[in-house]
Nanobody
Framework: QVHLVESGGGWVQPGGSLSLSCVATGRTFRSMAWFRQAPGKEREFVAS???????YYAPSVKGRSTISADDPFNTVYLQINDLKIEDTATYYCAGKWEFEVETTPSAYDTWGQGTQVTVSS
């Protein structure tokens, strides 16, 4: 009954931009985040945001990414500019009830299925 659905993934050339969205159904969360996972790699924190508009960014995307949300906080967005080949991964949306913004996957209760982002020439 509680689901997160990501969308917006696709193929992008290096230097381009991409916007992802995540819609929560069944409930809303107090804190949501984006993670990504490349083949053979551990799941990596990208960005997080809570209902109080507190945001955190991973060093790898800080300065070229923006996480935002709608007023009911049932939808979060992630925009990444100046995309690099290293950004290629499956991007996952995650949510949790707690208000605190956390950067570890284990802190989040609900996960989406992911959306693939491929950055290549």
């Amino acid at each position: 009954q509680v689901h997160l659905v990501e969308s917006g993934g696709g193929w992008v050339q290096p230097g381009g931009s991409l916007s992802l969205s995540c819609v929560a159904t069944g409930r809303t969360f107090r804190s949501m985040a984006w993670f990504r996972q490349a083949p053979g790699k551990e799941r990596e924190f990208v960005a997080s945001r809570n209902r109080g508009s507190i945001v955190y960014y991973a060093p790898s995307v800080k300065g070229r990414s923006t996480i935002s949300a709608d007023d009911p906080f049932n939808t979060v967005y992630l925009q990444i500019n100046d995309l690099k080949i290293e950004d290629t991964a499956t991007y996952y949306c995650a949510g949790k009830w707690e208000f605190e913004v956390e950067t570890t996957p284990s802190a989040y209760d609900t996960w989406g299925q992911g959306t693939q982002v491929t950055v290549s020439s």
